[in-house]
């Protein structure tokens, strides 16, 4: 079992619409959790931070799950400019390696 | 004002040859570290630098050589290369290792090996 695992997608949703993705993990030791977003060709950036109680950065909404070791991000009213590829990371413990899932890609079209 | 920065962007050699990446950060950050992500868009840790030092080394094979003059550059010398060393090399860097410090990308290093 991969230790992050996501749908790739793509999943193509048209502009204003809600998408969610969910993320697995299978460290159960696992204690830090983020989504970081890499556009095509480009380099990987922290999208948010994952907390226990879920968080929320304007249209995006990131949710822990620990007994069931899964991490969702919801994304509200899509923009075109959201079109990009979301990677789910965990982190052991800190100071720990960060590892990435393969991405899920998001296409919103017009 | 770029925050991580690495040279080359693109490098096309062939098999055997030895290539260096160098990678630099402008941010005054602690740690440094290289990815490589494959053809199949996976992102994964190859080593980690803290203040100079290897903190984290991931099963790479040893033909792969970081290395660190200062706080600020982290390099990757490859011998003999392969052509499954064909990837997109990422250097990072973040304040101090571990959580709360995100880590900063830079732009890559698309490495080709024919």
């Known amino acids: 079992r991969k230790e992050v695992e996501q749908d790739p997608g793509p999943f193509n949703v048209p502009e204003g619409a809600t998408v969610a993705f969910n993320c697995t993990y299978s460290?159960?030791?696992?204690?830090?959790f983020f989504w970081y977003r890499q556009d095509c060709r480009k380099e990987p950036k922290l999208l948010m931070s994952v907390y226990s109680s879920g968080n929320e950065d304007g249209r995006f909404t990131a949710q822990l799950n620990r007994a069931s070791q899964y991490i969702s991000l919801l994304i509200r009213d899509s923009k075109l400019s959201d079109s990009a590829t979301y990677l789910c990371v965990v982190e052991k413990s800190s100071g720990d390696k960060l590892t990435f899932g393969t991405g899920t890609r998001l296409a919103v079209r017009p | 004002d770029t925050a991580v920065s690495q040279t080359p962007k693109y490098l096309v050699t062939q098999m055997g040859n030895d290539k260096s990446i160098k990678c630099e950060q402008n941010l005054g950050h602690d740690t440094m570290y290289w990815y490589k992500q494959d053809s199949k868009k996976f992102l994964k840790i190859m080593f980690s630098?803290?203040?100079?030092?290897?903190?984290i080394n991931e099963t790479v094979p040893n033909r792969f050589s970081p290395k660190s003059p200062d706080k600020a550059h982290l390099n990757l010398h490859i011998n003999s290369l392969e052509l499954g060393d064909s990837a997109v090399y990422f250097c990072?860097?973040?304040?101090?290792?571990?959580?709360?410090?995100?880590?900063?990308f830079g732009p890559g290093t698309r490495l080709t090996v024919t």
């Open positions: 460290n159960s030791a696992s204690q830090s």
């Open positions: 990072a860097s973040s304040l101090k290792s571990g959580t709360p410090y995100e880590q900063y």
């Open positions: 630098y803290n203040n100079k030092e290897l903190i």
